[in-house]
């Protein structure tokens, strides 16, 4: 999906934005702090962003001269035509933006940073990955082979359960763990800090791009250079979007690894931090450690590495002193009759935007007479709201359906009913037919 810009978002990007196509940006620019105060300011009169660009924006624009000299503020507004040429840049690689002020901003950036979420997003690609939550993994550009070989084994167990990759994507160990998710069919959300124009463009991306796979985001423009702040800053992001977190290898007291897990053990705690416990030791991960960071327990299977995800995990939340988990603001997408079939006494409280992790499943027996005292062996949520999805698929997939017509069906994002199809179809409940592609339930389940 590519939403359209909105019109707060286009009053937002005049104010903010340095609108970089040739020539040098605007120095009056209003600061995040300048912004925050206005935004306030609008709010308290009961007004919004793009009020300031309506016919009788004037007198409100005068009545935010308290806030930002009006001069100022008339000077920004004024760059619609830079505005139209930078859109139509944008538009021409595959670039959306969305602001704070836009529906489909992500919930979790929201919840999680507040006021201090980005007021703008630039980005490209699948923007439903935004709400499925997943692994953030980070780590040096210049590390050993086999810093490769390890990032790289955790991007594609990632994928085979499922669980998308959150990431950097510098060189090292972002790029070794995107692309060993990528590769293997999982999902990927790239959080940048530069040239955003370039990597929409980029060969090695477009078919992750086109196949839904991948989105690039980033909170500074698109044709935006390598600069320090910004790369400490996206960590924020990095942690904001994700369930729980990985630091593969760091240095003590130097460079972004360093500074954002820090202060997400000592200050942000949004998520928990796991750090490399095997392999060579390393006295940046050790020190973590000692900041509250927990030994990464090495998952082997899916069923293992799904259990990294579950919300607190034996207190962990608790010891990492986490404040805030992946159900605030929660996002139900499904719809209510559907919901309705899980037993709420009997399923724990879930995240049903994340998606449903492929858990080893037990080893089918041939099926004994009933004995009278039989008892059904409990499911977890994820499992439980796999058979509700299965249940409801039984009654609609009488005939080929394609992908976007059972999401619509189910009312829910193109991105997770691919997550649930995937599993379906691995597990033989459903079978995947190619041009075009088409969904079917599988023949000796048709009568079930």
Known sequence: MTPDLSPNTQAILLLTAPLIIGNAPSRDLLSPAEYKRLAMHLRHMQRQPSDLMAANGSELIAACQTVVDETRLRKLLNRGFLLSQVIEHWEARGIWVISRADSIYPRRLKARLKENAPAILYGCGNIDLFESGGLAVVGSRQVPPELI??????????????????????????????????????????????????????????????????????????????????????????????????????????????????????????VKVYVRSTGTPSEALSALTNKGALPWPNPKTRSDFKKMFEYPANGVGEKQGVTSSVNDNPDISLSHDLLSQVETNEVPPVDYRQPITKAVAPAVKKRKPRKKTAKKPSLSAADALLKTVHDVLKDILKHPMKEDEIATALEVSNTQTRLWLKRLVDEGYIEKHARPARYVLAPERLFE
């Open 149 to 270: 070989d390890y990032s790289t084994t955790v991007g594609q167990l990632a994928a085979h359960s499922s669980i998308p990759i959150i990431s950097g994507g510098a060189k090292g160990v972002d790029r070794a763990a995107m692309n060993g998710s990528l590769h293997e069919n999982g999902y990927v959300c790239e959080v940048m800090a530069e040239r955003l124009d370039r990597a929409a463009l980029d060969r090695d991306n477009r078919p992750y791009l086109m196949s839904g796979q991948l989105v690039l985001v980033s909170a500074y423009d698109p044709a935006s250079t390598f600069s320090v702040g910004h790369a400490m800053q996206r960590n924020k992001l990095i942690y904001a979007l994700s369930d729980a977190s990985l630091v593969v290898n760091a240095e003590v007291n130097k460079g972004g690894t360093w500074s954002g897990a820090v202060e997400q053990l000592e200050k942000l705690k949004l």
